[in-house]
Structures are given as C-alpha cells and as structure tokens.
C-alpha cells in the first residue's frame, strides 16, 4: 500500500468528558476545528492521551467519524485500534478503514505479557496487516503496556508491505537509533514523546506523536522547523522549554495533567473518565505556573 510519508507532529487527541463521565462531543469538535488553525500534519484518533482503554467500541467509532468529517484537508488521520486479541484489532481496524481513517496503530497487546515473545508478536501484526484495508503502524508504550518491541520484531515487521512504520514512546533515543538501523529507510519510525523529539529529529526522525502537542502544537512543530533550518540553538532552547512543561504536565500528572494544560492553552480539556482522577487545584497551578515560566502562558492569564 505504500509509505505514508509523514513529516511534522500529529497530537494523540485527548478525549473531552463531562463531569458525570459522558463524553463531550461538542468539545472534542471544537478542538479539531481550533487544531485544524495549527501547525499539524494530522492527528491520532484513541490513542492512550485519548483514555481509549476506557472507551466503547461505539463511542470510538463516533470518536473517529467526528474527526475524519471535522478534519482540514490534507490532514492525516491515525486511528488507534490495538486490542488485546488479534480477531478484535482486526475488526476495529476494519471499521476505522470503512469510516475514513488513513492508517491504524496497532498497540502490542500485553494482557499476557510474559507470553507476548518475538514470535507471538510478530505473528499478531502480520495477521492485522495481511488482512487490513490500511497500512499498519506498530506502536511500543512499555510505560503502559510493559512489553517492549525488540529490533529483532522492527526487522521482521517492517519487510512487510503493509506494516509501514512504528511509534515508540518510551523517549530511548538509543532504541530508536537502532529501529531505524534495521528498517529499510522509507519506514516510518516515529518519536511519541515531546521530551525526546529534538534528538529524535537528530536522528532523522521526521513525524512526533506527542501528548503535548495537545496543548502546544504550534511550540512542537515550531522545534522541527527550526531544526531544519539549521537553527540548533534556538531548537535546543524551545527543547528545553517543551522538556519542562512535559514533565510537569503529562509526566507527573498524565492525562489529567495534559487536559488542565489544554484548558489553560484555551482548548477544551474536560474532564478524565473514572477511574482517573482530575486534577486538584495545586496540580492546576504548578501546570500554569511551568506554562509561564517557559513564556507558553501570559503572565496575565
């Protein structure tokens, strides 16, 4: 099917909730309509900033027809449709090829962790990919799922047509270096944490799925340019004040974190499903207050 030749920063879309748990349609739309104004190359409909665990199978597939319908033109949609079994990830991937999605990430299952060895997974995203109407992109978030994709899986994967690339958030530089050492050159390999994104650049990383890109998507996309036009002070400065917000943010206070740190940057950031927790006050203003530190946030708001 062919690369999907990304280049820039898509946002994980964080999923906007009332506070009695429904979901805030409304809000998520608005979202798209004000990100559609930003510096982004597409978006990542259910990933794990999107509480997608905690989602239905009818509210995702709402979810992602919002934003394949509320998108700007030439915006590239990503849905996230990894499920722990390989019959049900299919039949998701199905449907968000059916509703308009231009590729499915597929998340390592890892409810059965210690048996989810090189064989098992790479048998699991073969069978998704043989079988999906839309490239496949891999996506490795130890952090959550506490199972890891070895280079040895990267190789294996990514001779296969329709298995065109990998997200991997666990912010290992070296890792990445060596997915990329044994994927052909056209595989996407894509950084998914704001905190590792310029030296991911350095390494001819070229897409970053990042939370924070949420909340400061035009500050992200900002630090590739920068970096393209050969400006590394200035990239390396932006870095350190993106680095800051995101371990203040997302970090230590996770989802709940990056929806406050949306609410302030103007988005609407709702609030989290049960049985997260939302932010408290103090959380709220240690977030503000890394924002107007680093100049994201007026002194005045």
Not at 80 to 106: F, K, N, P, Y
Not at 222 to 237: C, S, T, V
Request: net charge negative; proline share 4%; aromatic share 6%.
């Amino acid at each position: 099917m062919g690369y999907l030749n990304l280049n820039g920063v898509l946002p994980p879309l964080i999923t906007p909730f009332f506070e009695n748990g429904d979901i805030d349609y409304g809000g998520f739309v608005r979202n798209i309509e004000k990100w559609n104004s930003d510096a982004l190359a597409g978006y990542l409909v259910l990933g794990s900033n999107s509480e997608a665990a905690y989602l239905s199978e009818a509210e995702k597939v709402a979810l992602l027809d919002l934003a394949v319908r509320h998108s700007a033109a030439g915006r590239v949609i990503i849905a996230g449709t990894g499920l722990e079994s390989t019959r049900e990830t299919l039949r998701l991937t199905g449907e968000a090829a059916r509703i308009g999605a231009h590729a499915a990430l597929v998340l390592t299952p890892c409810y059965y962790g210690d048996q989810m060895t090189d064989v098992a997974l790479t048998r699991h995203f073969v069978e998704i990919a043989d079988a999906a109407d839309i490239p496949i992109l891999v996506y490795n978030v130890p952090k959550f799922t506490h199972v890891n994709i070895s280079p040895d899986v990267v190789r294996e994967l990514s001779g296969h047509p329709n298995i065109v690339g990998i997200k991997d958030s666990t912010g290992n530089l070296s890792q990445l270096a060596a997915f990329r050492a044994v994927a052909p050159e056209a595989f996407e390999i894509i950084v998914g944490t704001a905190g590792a994104w310029l030296g991911a650049l350095h390494l001819g990383v070229k897409a970053g799925i990042h939370a924070l890109a949420n909340c400061l998507p035009n500050e992200c996309a900002l630090l590739q340019k920068l970096h393209g036009a050969g400006d590394e002070r200035g990239a390396q400065e932006l870095q350190k004040r993106i680095a800051l917000v995101n371990t203040v943010a997302t970090g230590k206070y996770g989802v709940s974190g990056l929806k406050a740190a949306c609410t302030l940057m103007g988005y609407r950031g709702g609030f989290v499903r049960s049985p997260l927790l939302s932010l408290d006050d103090e959380g709220v203003r240690e977030i503000a207050d890394a924002l107007r530190k680093t100049g994201f946030l007026k002194q005045t708001e």
